[in-house]
């Protein structure tokens, strides 16, 4: 009778908490994460969505064979967040090593999609609309086509750096997060609010680059196989 009452309180908890018997890696049900690398009982049986709400406060999971990449899942303030220990988000302008809590404005490549055309747009800053790409096979190996638009008529023209004119095929080291079977992401690098090109995340990188990429931040950049915390960007204009 004394085992039946205690399954049944351990279901009622996992009922209220939203957690499953199952494991995010596969691991024992009701096996601690310290043990064999399983996740507690009270985890979901599927990545969390940050900012959804969680129970109890101060649990942690983790979906991924590699925690380097997908990060630590916790439960803060009756809230996931993803955490990864020892790597910057951007914008940071304080030291390497802090925690990183998500990486929700991290730009990726799911999948390869075609690009609008921009012939004949209404466009503004004296731009003729004009499109190197429409889809990635219009540009060289190691290209991918970014779409971007032309400033329209009547918008405010960018001060120091050129005006969009139409897509563009830019330099990159993968085309979609199938190509980065380490992590699975192909994530963009912006310079000075402008795509720089796509490249994998990894296990071993400093930092997680961010849409915003404005002055006097911290940059994050690929360099030597990984993205790498660098020094403050200065953005013209």
Known sequence: ???????????????AC???????????????????GGNPPACPGSQPTAGTACCPNGLECTYSPNPACSGYW????GTWRQTFPGVAC?????????NC????????RAQATACPSHVGADAGCGITPHDQCLM????????????????????PCPGGVPAPSGNVCIASTCLVDADCPACGVC???????????YHCQTPTDECYPSAS??????????ASGQWTLTGPVACPG
């Open 213 to 222: 990429g404005a002055t006097g931040i911290n940059a994050c950049t690929w």
């Open 90 to 98: 951007m914008p940071d302008s304080g030291p390497m090593g802090g």
């Open 187 to 197: 994530q963009a690098q912006y310079t000075c609010n402008q795509v720089g090109g």
């Open 101 to 108: 809590h998500g990486t929700s404005d991290v730009i990726h």
């Open 136 to 155: 990635d096979a219009d540009c060289g190996p190691g290209y991918v086509c970014q779409c971007e638009a032309p400033i329209a008529a009547g918008q």
């Open 18 to 36: 939203g957690g499953t018997s199952s494991t995010g890696l596969g691991g024992d049900a009701g096996v601690d994460a310290t043990t064999d």
């Open 1 to 15: 009778m004394r085992i039946l009452t205690l399954v049944l309180l351990s279901t009622a908890f996992l009922a």
């Open 74 to 77: 916790d439960c803060t303030g």
